[in-house]
């Protein structure tokens, strides 16, 4: 994905052309990390910025430092980081440490210059310029204002300046540049961007309207808005209103805010949409976290359970004839998965919602405050305190930082929460510092600096992932063999639906393609082609979770075109002769998807990955 962000720095306004639409000048690239999707910073960051460079900077007048319009890019692939933009180019690189709890403030470009050349806060001058990495001792600098702590202090030589470390004793220069004239941008409102960004957004929006009378009235499909009350969702509901649509679905998973709940039944009303609040079953969530863990980056049941359950139930009794195109938010930028979705796609979950829609696909967050703000949307006022997204107070994907300030103003709902995860970890006897530490958001694929965290708190994370992964006791792969161990015996109804997955059985042996296999009480033992092997792997795992761990969602009955599946007491029934094989009942299964996840991770250990098959 190309950063299409720039910037004039003769008017000081993010542009999106290569010349600026006010002046003509030629405007520059604006060097920031991916995602390249900054938003601006609201009075409450503004503020905490203000604290941050006074505490850590030592930073007393911010006039020339923190010049409106002041923007946040939130950086991909790691946790809690925020590069700070001010006239065009990057000035400070604010870090929420998970394990110190407090942040960690690196200032950057000509920012660091301005506050070493005028003394503006902690700052060094050095003797001699010295290249990036060296390690100086105090007596290389001349003069300066140092703080006590380990901080990163702004520095001017000779012809260059740049950014020290300074741990204890040692200094090393963390940065270098080229000394520059100090220029002093023209202060602008982030409202005077939104009023600069009017004709960019009108095209915007009409291309939106297109992409909706495409897609979305196509006969047969009964087009929905999917709203949840975040800044997209409300702008796709304000211009698919105009566009003749206006009715939503909003999902009330029982762990939204609460103020987020009022704020899309009062806006949605505002905007003229007939919004459907549809309530998931809380009992379904329970059963899963008990039995499976919490919902985490790499294993999202949550969606299904919470979102895609109930609304299935919902769309299914209201519309029962009709299929459903599920108009989204969604933009580019959210993720790369979302990037290469495309406008319209089919939805790869079975259900009543068979394409999704995204016609803000490529707007930036820019884009979205604009729209909102020239058309006198209210914002969700949780973003004004801060909050970079909006949906479940405890939802995974959710950086450390985010939940720092939800237990500022969310306290009683965010510690139930954390107790219940500690329940967990006691149920399963894993190190409670995966709650303390914020690891408990992924549960089997972590990231480097997760692993990175674990290792700074000595947490051993491969026994926390073996513990959760308990269903599986034993699992070995080999090139032509595989070995499971569950741990227990598969329930009744396991042969039936492993012959629904096109697996042959007679008695306690069975086969598919060129893989054959034995059961033997809760051990299982496959051999035969790689390819297959995995394959058949996959479905054993999936069969099995389905059998031993239904949870009465009767999602799998819903979806089944054939009617052939159907239950007794907590027991799942297939009706082989009904069945058509198309195996969407195990598609939609949540807790099928979760121990195949588990058996995933178990697999990646050896250095194997289950294929879909």
Not at 49 to 59: D, I, N, P, Y
Not at 233 to 262: D, K, M, P, Y
Request: hydrophobic share 40%.
């Amino acid at each position: 994905m190309k950063p299409e962000l720039k910037w004039c720095r003769d008017c000081n306004l993010p542009v999106f052309t290569s010349c600026c639409p006010l002046c003509g000048e030629r405007s520059l690239s604006v060097n920031i990390s991916p995602p390249y999707d900054p938003r601006p910073a609201f009075s409450n960051d503004i503020e905490l910025l203000k604290k941050l460079l006074r505490e850590k900077l030592g930073v007393r007048d911010y006039t020339k430092i923190l010049v409106e319009p002041v923007l946040l890019n939130r950086v991909y692939y790691l946790d809690s980081v925020d590069e700070v933009i001010v006239a065009g180019e990057r000035s400070l690189t604010v870090k929420y440490d998970c394990v110190e709890r407090d942040f960690i403030v690196k200032p950057w470009g000509k920012v660091a210059e301005l506050i070493a050349e005028e003394k503006l806060g902690y700052y060094a001058e050095l003797k001699e310029d010295y290249s990036k990495g060296s390690r100086l001792s105090r007596a290389d600098i001349v003069e300066g204002d140092l703080p006590e702590e380990e901080a990163y202090v702004p520095f001017v030589a000779k012809e260059t300046f740049g950014i020290l470390h300074l741990t204890g004793k040692e200094v090393v220069v963390e940065e270098v540049w080229t000394k520059e004239v100090l220029e002093f941008p023209e202060k602008r409102s982030i409202l005077e961007v939104f009023e600069h960004l009017s004709g960019r957004v009108e095209y915007l929006k009409e291309k939106a309207v297109k992409l909706i009378e495409r897609y979305c009235f196509k006969g047969g499909l009964k087009p929905i808005v999917n709203f949840s009350g975040g800044k997209d969702s409300t702008v796709v509901l304000s211009i698919v209103c105009e566009a003749g649509i206006c009715e939503a679905v909003l999902s009330n998973t029982g762990l939204e805010f609460a103020e987020s709940l009022e704020y899309s039944r009062r806006v949605g009303a505002k905007i003229g949409a007939e919004v459907h609040e549809v309530v998931a079953d809380w009992s379904f969530f329970e059963e899963v976290f008990k039995r499976h863990g919490p919902p985490a980056r790499d294993n999202r049941w949550c969606t299904r359970v919470l979102k895609i359950l109930p609304l299935n139930k919902f769309l299914g009794e209201k519309y029962p004839l009709a299929d459903i195109v599920s108009i989204t938010g969604q933009r580019k930028y959210e993720s790369p998965k979302r990037a290469r979705a495309g406008y319209f796609a089919k939805s790869s979950t079975p259900g009543k919602v068979k394409y999704i829609a995204s016609p803000i696909l490529n707007w930036t967050t820019l884009d979205v405050y604009a729209y909102l703000y020239l058309n006198k949307i209210e914002v969700n006022p949780l973003y004004l305190r801060g909050l970079v997204r909006i949906g479940c107070f405890m939802c995974p994907t959710m950086h450390s930082v985010d939940f720092k300030k939800i237990e500022e103003f969310y306290g009683k709902y965010y510690l139930w929460w954390l107790e219940e995860l500690k329940k967990y970890c006691r149920e399963r006897n894993i190190d409670s510092k995966w709650v303390d530490y914020g690891l408990w958001r992924w549960l089997y694929k972590y990231p480097p600096h997760a692993w990175r965290t674990a290792k700074r708190v000595s947490l051993n994370l491969a026994r926390v992932i073996e513990r959760n992964t308990r269903e599986i006791a034993v699992l070995r792969v080999s090139k032509k063999k595989a070995t499971i161990v569950f741990r227990s015996a598969p329930s009744s109804s396991f042969k039936s639906i492993l012959s629904m997955l096109k697996v042959k059985i007679k008695g306690s042996e069975f086969s598919y393609r060129k893989c054959s296999g034995i059961l033997a009480g809760s051990r299982v033992e496959v051999r035969g082609s790689p390819r297959d092997l995995l394959k058949l792997l996959r479905k054993i795992v999936e069969a099995y979770g389905m059998a031993n761990y239904c949870i009465l969602c009767r999602a799998c009955a819903e979806v089944c075109l054939s009617k052939s599946i159907s239950f007794k007491g907590r027991s799942l029934r297939v009706d082989l002769d009904k069945c058509l094989g198309c195996g969407e009942c195990v598609r939609i299964c949540p807790v099928a998807g979760i121990l195949v996840k588990k058996a995933e991770a178990l697999l990646r250990q050896a250095r194997f990955s289950v294929e879909s098959g």
